[in-house]
């Protein structure tokens, strides 16, 4: 939904900082694709709503990254 995207703001700040910025979108197919793979990748039930986005985005930033940094905005 474009009222909570914040892929503009983010490509702003990137740009300002001169860091290298990739847009990835998980679409509500992709995320039920994922649901299940991504849950069972821990050992105990929790209620994160942002893990199965992470999941994703961790799969995608291993392929070029050896470490990347996380965090939730508040």
Known sequence: EREYD????????????QTRHETVTLSSRLYAELHHEALSAYSEP?????????????????????????????
Do not use: M, Q
């Not at 994160?48 to 930033?61: C, F, G, M, Q, R």
């Open 46 to 74: 929790f209620t994160d709503l942002a893990s199965i986005p992470t999941y994703h985005l961790s799969k995608i930033v291993c392929r070029t990254a050896p470490v990347a940094l996380t965090g939730d905005g508040g």
């Open 6 to 17: 914040e892929s503009d703001h983010a490509e702003a700040i990137a740009n300002h900082f």
